[in-house]
Every structure is written in C-alpha cells, then in structure tokens.
C-alpha cells in the first residue's frame, strides 16, 4: 500500500507563522487517466495532536516527528493512478487555523 508521512522542518519564514501548527493538510493521488477519482488523505494538527508533531523544528534538529496518514491508496488500486511514464502525481495543500494571525488564514 502506499501511506503518507509528514513532518515539519524548519524554515526561513518560522519566525513569521505561529507554533504550535494548527491546521490540516490534505494530500491528494491525482488520477492521471480522469480528471476524478482522485484520492484523498486529510492529516489534522489541533489541540489533541502530541506536541513532538507540531511544535516549531529549531536547528540543529534536522526535522520534527512522523505525523502518519492513513492508507493513500492499495497496490491492487494503483495502475490506476499510473500512466504511461510510472509516475504519480500528488497535490498538496494546506489550511491553517490561527487566532492571532488572522493573515495567515
């Protein structure tokens, strides 16, 4: 099966955004073949997440905890995903939820 990972690593704009993260993001399997059927996996950052996921990464630490998705997508279900070249194709957004930088909502 092919699962999603994320974690935060540290940025030139952290000192900008607000810790810890609050929100979600959504990970997206295009399906080159159609334009629908694509798969779809939203990974939340609230208040019930552990603070390892979502707390600001400070060098000299590399990156942040594994923050896991569920299951994207089965092998059995995958050629469908494919087109000729063997690549996939994914679309990555991402929401965030802030009280005291409402620009960055």
Same mark, same amino acid.
């Given at each position: 099966?092919?699962?999603?990972?994320?974690?935060?690593?540290?940025?030139?704009?952290?000192?900008?955004?607000?810790?810890?993260?609050?929100?979600? $993001?959504?990970? #997206?399997?295009? @399906?080159?073949?159609?334009?629908?059927?694509?798969?779809?996996?939203?990974? &939340?950052? !609230?208040?019930?997440?552990?603070?390892?996921?979502?707390?600001?990464?400070?060098?000299?630490? $590399?990156?942040? #905890?594994?923050? @896991?998705?569920?299951?994207?997508?089965?092998?059995?279900?995958?050629?469908? &995903?494919? !087109?000729?070249?063997?690549?996939?194709?994914?679309?990555?957004?991402?929401?965030?939820?802030?009280?005291?930088?409402?620009?960055?909502?």
């Amino acid at each position: 099966y092919l699962s999603c990972k994320l974690a935060l690593l540290p940025g030139e704009y952290d000192d900008k955004l607000e810790w810890p993260f609050q929100g979600e $993001v959504t990970v #997206e399997l295009l @399906n080159q073949k159609e334009d629908r059927g694509h798969k779809k996996i939203i990974i &939340y950052f !609230n208040k019930d997440t552990l603070d390892g996921y979502k707390n600001r990464v400070v060098p000299p630490k $590399v990156n942040g #905890e594994w923050q @896991n998705g569920d299951c994207l997508i089965t092998e059995s279900d995958l050629h469908r &995903y494919l !087109n000729d070249n063997d690549t996939l194709y994914f679309r990555i957004s991402v929401t965030i939820n802030s009280k005291s930088k409402p620009w960055l909502v």
